[in-house]
């Protein structure tokens, strides 16, 4: 069944395994020409950051976040860290961050901007930087700061119970090593969610996937697949409307170009979309 959304596509489990098929990307057709004038733009974006923001913009990059914050982590003892990224290597991952915006705002460098800007506060307000290291906070490599310590503690509480339930997770690949995301939606129940959490939760699913990409492909592919399987869905056990709904903006204003395709796997002939 083809949704209203072409990226979107209800499909049986049998029908799954072929649907996974390498594709190009966009970029792969497009003309010298038309990168060259990409990469202008891009540089004109992240020239009318500022240094804070270029740091935040690239910190969306998992390779360069764990290189910017090994090199800066205090753990207490005299080992030698890492020198930090350079300032090129910092701007080649704000300018990916950049090249996505403008990708989804059709090349309009002005809305671009805007909503990078709105990403970055967004990520700060939603500690996505603490999500996504809070698991790895007593490896050698990483030591938070003292005063972020109760920070992160506080992230393990609340995301290991949702995690432990294996309703959502990354596993696998698809044949181009896109990092599958994969969310058995059949056994969420209706009632009885924490909002943000369950926002959290999702957004630490979906940074695992794209830093399990970014490591499989060495950079060279940002999106990933997502697969929902519905198994026997129900009203009485799916996510509520209103989280739905808080997902679904997430992405769309704060994880553009992300998602290569969505898959609905269903064992019933017709459902709701």
């Known amino acids: 069944m083809q949704t209203a959304n072409d990226n979107i596509t209800a499909i049986t489990s049998t029908e799954f395994d072929s649907a996974l098929k390498p594709e190009n990307d ?61 300032t090129e290597e910092r701007d080649k991952y704000a300018m990916a961050m950049a090249r996505r915006h403008l990708r989804a705002e ?35 490599d990483f030591t938070p700061p003292p005063e972020e310590e109760e920070e992160y ?19 696998g690949y698809s044949k181009d090593d ?39 492909t060495n950079g060279e592919i940002e999106k990933v697949i997502a697969i929902f399987d519905l198994g026997q869905y129900s009203n009485k056990v799916r996510t509520p409307l209103t989280l739905s709904k808080d997902i679904t903006f997430c992405l769309r204003d704060h994880y553009p170009e992300r998602l ?6 269903c064992e019933r002939e017709r459902v709701r979309v």
């Open 260 to 265: 290569e395709k969505v898959f609905m796997v």
């Open 178 to 216: 896109r990092a599958l995301y994969i969310s058995r939606a059949h056994l969420f129940e209706a009632r009885g969610y924490d909002t943000e959490w369950f926002l959290k939760y999702n957004i630490y699913t979906l940074e695992r996937a794209i830093a399990c990409t970014e490591r499989a």
């Open 26 to 86: 966009e970029l792969d057709s497009a003309s010298k020409a038309e990168k060259d004038v990409e990469a202008e733009k891009c540089l004109s974006i992240i020239t009318l950051l500022s240094e804070d923001e270029k740091e935040k913009a690239a910190r969306t990059s998992y390779k360069y976040l764990v290189a910017s914050t090994s090199a800066t982590s205090k753990d207490g003892d005299n080992s030698e860290k890492p020198p930090p990224p350079s």
């Open 106 to 140: 059709n090349g309009n460098e002005k809305k671009a901007l805007q909503k990078m800007r709105n990403t970055i506060e967004y990520r700060d307000k939603m500690k996505i930087d603490v999500i996504r290291q809070c698991f790895t906070k007593n490896e050698s």
């Open 153 to 171: 503690q506080y992230h393990i509480d609340n995301l290991a119970p949702n995690l432990l339930e294996g309703k959502l997770f990354v596993r």
